[in-house]
């Protein structure tokens, strides 16, 4: 018996080390599956079959002079509070102020109908509680806004305009090249530096209440702790800022919707801190990232706690934008199990196809993304940028330093770029771990190399680029 008890024991000594460096092959196939119960999950609106047209609540096409939100915003609470259906724009262009969604309502744009949105910002105050670049404020009422509501749509053929120009709207970035002049209203005069300042002091968010003279320009759609929400078929131009931006909401689907935005900060679709979102059949050609996923920046972000979570992304076209599929930078609660798969990008102004961007400010965790089936014309820069060391001259606690671990890209094809993978880490190796390319090429690399520092477990395998096998 003790010979018997000596023998097992050796076995499991023996047995440990080789245990520990056990790895199933990665399955891809399996891993996507875990996607489709999440897609499952995703509750979807539904909607009595009642319409209440604009027009009936006093809405006027071709008025510029007499923007008619007050008319679709009573269209809206009608027939929320009659129990919900659709809200038709018909048929031509409406000029409008600002637009508040509400519960059960669907606001439907049908074929040929233009939202217009006056530039006058007086029109976007008094403030309401929104995020800007991550930091809890209020600021300038998004140009359609919902808080708290369940079972919204924005959805239809028609086209919604946010009429930001380098004469209105984007010269409050302070920019010169997008219309900046001395003497105007900009984030630079102060606004941005004093909201940032409100985060790292922990100033309650009901004191930071920003105002027009701080030039922080408000979203185009901004869909604060929703739940249950469809934006579908609309054609979305010209936003002040971000274009579509969820904060805190749960099962949301963007389906076929075409973005065109070339503005500062001008991101597609940017969601912050939601969970179970579907973004497919989408085109975006941005003037900054085309999907930028997000959770709240530095102390706010980890106050809240709250990642993003099981995103799926597919079928789409990314055009011009700092990047196609993005993480970060505002990421400080963290981010798990991204889905991208069947995308095509392909432009000169594009600079990369997946990129993770945050710092030693921000912290969180960023895992489990899953990449395939991409392809690239062209991109600027390289087609997976991961960087630990983004915005280093920023003002801020820098006692968090984030992680980035289990990535996973398979099949994707990149016809021009610098770099195939590019990774700037930390000095500590650890933050950046698990990176995988698999069964990949990248053509055309003008470095004709990977640049990898301050990152462990790098895999390639099948990787080839300019036709040459990566080792």
């Given at each position: 018996?003790?010979?018997?008890?000596?023998?097992?024991?050796?076995l499991l000594?023996?047995?440990q080390p080789?245990a520990?460096g056990?790895?199933?092959?990665f399955?891809?196939?399996?891993?996507?599956?875990?996607?489709?119960r999440i897609?499952?999950?995703?509750?979807?609106?539904?909607f009595?079959d009642v319409?209440?047209?604009?027009?009936?609540?006093?809405?006027?096409?071709?008025?510029?002079?007499?923007?008619c939100?007050?008319a679709i915003?009573?269209?809206?609470?009608?027939?929320?509070?009659?129990g919900?259906g659709t809200?038709?724009?018909p048929?031509?262009?409406?000029?409008?102020?600002?637009?508040?969604l509400?519960?059960?309502?669907?606001?439907?744009?049908?074929?040929?109908?233009?939202l217009?949105f006056?530039?006058d910002?007086?029109?976007?105050f008094?403030?309401?509680?929104?995020?800007?670049?991550?930091?809890?404020?209020?600021?300038a009422?998004?140009?359609?806004?919902?808080?708290?509501?369940?079972?919204?749509?924005?959805?239809?053929?028609g086209?919604?305009?946010?009429?930001?120009s380098?004469?209105?709207?984007?010269?409050?970035c302070?920019?010169?090249h997008?219309?900046?002049?001395?003497?105007m209203?900009?984030?630079?005069?102060?606004?941005?530096?004093?909201?940032?300042?409100?985060?790292?002091?922990?100033?309650?968010i009901?004191?930071?209440?920003?105002?027009?003279e701080?030039?922080?320009?408000?979203?185009?759609i901004?869909?604060?702790a929703c739940n249950?929400?469809l934006?579908?078929?609309v054609?979305?131009?010209?936003?002040?800022?971000?274009?579509i931006?969820?904060l805190?909401?749960?099962s949301?689907?963007?389906?076929?919707?075409?973005?065109f935005?070339?503005?500062?900060?001008?991101?597609?679709c940017?969601?912050e801190?939601?969970?179970n979102?579907l973004i497919?059949?989408c085109t975006?050609?941005?003037?900054?990232?085309?999907?930028?996923?997000?959770?709240?920046?530095?102390?706010?972000?980890r106050?809240?706690?709250?990642?993003?979570e099981?995103i799926i992304?597919?079928n789409?076209v990314?055009?011009?934008?700092?990047?196609?599929?993005?993480i970060?930078?505002?990421?400080s609660?963290?981010?798990?199990n991204l889905y991208v798969e069947?995308c095509?990008?392909d432009?000169?102004?594009?600079?990369?196809?997946i990129?993770?961007?945050?710092n030693?400010?921000?912290?969180?965790i960023?895992?489990?993304?899953?990449?395939?089936?991409?392809?690239?014309?062209?991109?600027?820069?390289?087609?997976?940028?991961?960087?630990?060391q983004?915005?280093?001259?920023?003002?801020?606690?820098?006692?968090?330093?984030?992680?980035?671990?289990?990535?996973?890209?398979k099949?994707?094809?990149?016809?021009?770029?610098?770099?195939?993978?590019?990774i700037t880490?930390?000095?500590?190796k650890r933050?950046?771990?698990?990176?995988?390319?698999?069964d990949?090429r990248?053509?055309?690399v003008?470095?004709?190399v990977?640049?990898v520092?301050?990152?462990?477990?790098i895999?390639?395998?099948n990787?080839?680029?300019?036709?040459?096998?990566?080792?």
């Amino acid at each position: 018996m003790k010979y018997l008890k000596k023998t097992w024991l050796l076995l499991l000594i023996l047995w440990q080390p080789i245990a520990q460096g056990y790895a199933e092959p990665f399955d891809m196939d399996k891993a996507f599956a875990e996607s489709i119960r999440i897609e499952k999950a995703i509750r979807r609106v539904s909607f009595p079959d009642v319409t209440y047209p604009i027009t009936d609540y006093g809405a006027k096409p071709d008025k510029p002079e007499s923007p008619c939100h007050e008319a679709i915003n009573r269209a809206i609470v009608t027939c929320s509070l009659n129990g919900g259906g659709t809200v038709l724009i018909p048929a031509g262009t409406f000029y409008t102020g600002p637009i508040t969604l509400k519960s059960n309502v669907n606001l439907h744009l049908a074929e040929g109908a233009v939202l217009k949105f006056c530039t006058d910002q007086s029109l976007y105050f008094p403030a309401v509680l929104t995020r800007w670049e991550g930091l809890d404020c209020y600021n300038a009422h998004p140009l359609i806004y919902a808080h708290g509501e369940t079972n919204i749509a924005i959805t239809g053929k028609g086209t919604i305009d946010g009429q930001g120009s380098n004469d209105t709207w984007w010269p409050m970035c302070g920019a010169a090249h997008y219309g900046w002049k001395e003497g105007m209203v900009s984030q630079r005069n102060g606004g941005r530096d004093r909201l940032l300042m409100y985060g790292e002091t922990f100033t309650p968010i009901h004191k930071r209440v920003m105002t027009p003279e701080d030039g922080l320009r408000p979203q185009l759609i901004n869909l604060y702790a929703c739940n249950t929400v469809l934006i579908e078929d609309v054609t979305l131009l010209n936003s002040p800022f971000w274009v579509i931006h969820p904060l805190f909401c749960e099962s949301l689907v963007v389906s076929g919707v075409h973005v065109f935005n070339r503005g500062p900060n001008g991101d597609g679709c940017d969601p912050e801190s939601c969970r179970n979102v579907l973004i497919e059949n989408c085109t975006f050609d941005t003037g900054d990232d085309c999907i930028a996923i997000k959770s709240g920046r530095n102390a706010d972000g980890r106050k809240w706690n709250v990642p993003s979570e099981n995103i799926i992304v597919r079928n789409c076209v990314m055009k011009n934008g700092h990047g196609g599929v993005v993480i970060g930078s505002e990421i400080s609660g963290g981010y798990r199990n991204l889905y991208v798969e069947n995308c095509h990008m392909d432009s000169p102004e594009l600079e990369r196809v997946i990129r993770i961007k945050t710092n030693t400010c921000r912290g969180g965790i960023v895992e489990n993304v899953f990449v395939r089936n991409i392809t690239v014309g062209q991109c600027r820069e390289a087609v997976l940028r991961i960087n630990l060391q983004y915005e280093t001259n920023e003002n801020c606690d820098r006692s968090f330093p984030p992680a980035v671990r289990n990535v996973y890209l398979k099949n994707v094809t990149c016809e021009k770029s610098e770099y195939g993978v590019y990774i700037t880490g930390l000095d500590d190796k650890r933050h950046v771990s698990n990176i995988n390319v698999e069964d990949s090429r990248f053509n055309n690399v003008s470095t004709g190399v990977n640049q990898v520092t301050g990152a462990q477990n790098i895999t390639y395998k099948n990787l080839y680029i300019n036709g040459k096998i990566v080792k």
